[in-house]
T-cell receptor, first 111, second 112 residues
């Protein structure tokens, strides 16, 4: 079945350093979504990418969708302690057309 | 107003018991979901309902039974709870099955 793989599983950075998480799918995705889950919280939608090669920015966050629509990345510039949490990508797939979530990248930021 | 709400927030119970978790959304969405998040934070879909009809039923033990009395509510009943059922259960909703999902705060279930 379709898989959505996300790396790295954990990332520890010093405040001010950059951070990137990568998402790869075994099949072409019609869209990809990114979510952030703060410790003890619930996943919160960040953004959706639909077009091949699409790049979107939200302040210090940059999201990219690969040309082949099989991979995506989230890059955070100059991390802050408020960026702490687990970042999930999710692509449409599955046996019944549901969202398949990656296993997430847990980001910790040392002040 | 909370968009997607779940009750209870915490649930501690003994093995073998039956329990229910309730979910309500006031966003007017047509699709609702149940997800299970284990201790490693893996998010796995369990069920999806569209307008009160079951559209996704992943490989989940039949001890888990969802019920949707109307499109704003999706409840989850679990029979004969087992230790491995301990997890956080999230309810979510979206306007359509491909759209942004809005998650509830989660129900932290601990089976002793």
């Amino acid at each position: 079945g379709q898989q959505v793989m996300q790396i790295p599983q954990y990332q520890h950075v010093q405040e001010g350093e950059d951070f990137t998480t990568y998402c790869n799918s075994s099949t072409t995705l019609s869209n990809i979504q990114w979510y952030k889950q703060r410790p003890g919280g619930h996943p919160v939608f960040l953004i959706q990418l639909v077009k091949s090669g699409e790049v979107k920015k939200q302040k210090r966050l940059t999201f990219q969708f690969g040309e082949a629509k099989k991979n995506s990345s989230l890059h955070i510039t100059a991390t802050q302690t408020t960026d702490v949490g687990t970042y999930f990508c999710a692509g449409l797939g599955g046996s019944q057309g549901n969202l398949i979530f990656g296993k997430g990248t847990k980001l910790s930021v040392k002040p | 107003d909370t968009a997607v709400s779940q009750t209870p927030k915490y649930l501690v119970t003994q093995m073998g018991n039956d329990k229910s978790i309730k979910c309500e959304q006031n966003l007017g969405h047509d699709t609702m979901y149940w997800y299970k998040q284990d201790s490693k934070k893996f998010l796995k879909i369990m069920f999806s309902y569209n307008n009160k009809e079951l559209i996704i039923n992943e490989t989940v033990p039949n001890r888990f039974s969802p019920k949707s009395p109307d499109k704003a509510h999706l409840n989850l009943h679990i029979n004969s709870l087992e230790l491995g059922d301990s997890a956080v259960y999230f309810c979510a909703s979206s306007q359509y099955s491909l759209e942004t999902q809005y998650f509830g705060p989660g129900t932290r279930l601990l089976v002793l």
